[in-house]
Nanobody, 123 residues
Framework: VQLQASGGGLVQAGGSLRLSCEYS????????MGWFRQAPGKEREFVAA????????FYADSVKGRFTISRDNAKSTMYLQMNSLKPDDTAVYYC?????????????????WGQGTQVTVSS
């Protein structure tokens, strides 16, 4: 499975951005897909995810109500719509996918990673 993230940039606090993650390859083997982020000097943290088979979406408490994860199978693309952005949202954002059962928010449960896209929110 290959993942290609894009859509990052510089935005003022309160603004919006939409990240995209194009996926290809043996996606029929996937179990979950999601977004993580890593700020300078901090560990990579869970942002949002869903099970590949469909159903519920899951969010970190810090982004709940502001971010929306979605997927367009026709375009082989996953999205992260980010609204009401805060300076604390500044990080490199990674899309990720996993093919085996495991805890959804745990980075170790994802074996496929995109290259990351920088999001910077100015105050």
């Amino acid at each position: 499975v290959q993942l290609q993230a894009s859509g990052g940039g510089l935005v003022q606090a309160g603004g919006s951005l939409r990240l995209s993650c194009e996926y290809s390859g043996r996606t029929f083997t996937l179990y979950r897909m999601g977004w993580f982020r890593q700020a300078p000097g901090k560990e990579r943290e869970f942002v949002a995810a869903f099970y590949w088979s469909g159903g519920s979406t899951f969010y970190a408490d810090s982004v709940k109500g502001r971010f929306t994860i979605s997927r367009d199978n026709a375009k082989s693309t996953m999205y992260l719509q980010m609204n009401s952005l805060k300076p604390d949202d500044t990080a490199v954002y990674y899309c990720a996918a996993g093919s085996s059962p495991g805890l959804l928010p745990r980075a170790s449960a994802y074996e496929y990673w995109g290259q990351g896209t920088q999001v910077t929110v100015s105050s």
